[in-house]
């Protein structure tokens, strides 16, 4: 494998915080038509098997503002159409990102071309870079938390920051180590 660009790794937007500060208002001003969502940490934590209410709300709220395809690496038909469906949201699973392919299979479905759409998700090794190579606008969320879990590691996230830094890539302002009782306390 040739070596990686590290600018591939850096996302357009690096938000900060959970995919709900994601807003209408950040669709407009970066004149966006589609979003390309990843499930797992995304928008449910890995051991939820169903949306939250306020994923729901925050879901129909995007979807005046944008189409909206979910697009996931899980393999489990069950765990994402049960998802895909509790929201209304056409899916893709299977996604093997960062390939390309259903990320382009979800904005051709969409009719929008690449700077019209953001790939948004918790991962730079799989979704960031997946929307970088396809041209798309990339969003970088904190991984949701479980509420019923007082704190929750992601070490894989984590390390994907170290590499992805030690490679050259620019990600300031990403939170490292994030759980929610370092966020607690900083708060
Ligand atoms: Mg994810």
Known sequence: MALLNPALLEPN???GNTIFHLTPEIIRRHQLKGL???VDDTLVSV???NPSDDLLRWSTEMKRVADIWLVSNNLSQRRISRIAEALDLPYLLGAKKPSRKKLRKAM???DLRPHEVAMVGDRLFTDVLAGNRLG???ILVEPMVDPLEASRKHPVRNAEVWVSKVLGASLDGIKQGFTKTNKKKSS
């Open 13 to 15: 937007l690096i938000l």
């Open 36 to 38: 390309i969502l990843d």
């Open 47 to 49: 051991r939820q098997v």
């Open 108 to 110: 051709d479905a969409m």
């Open 136 to 138: 798309l606008f990339t």
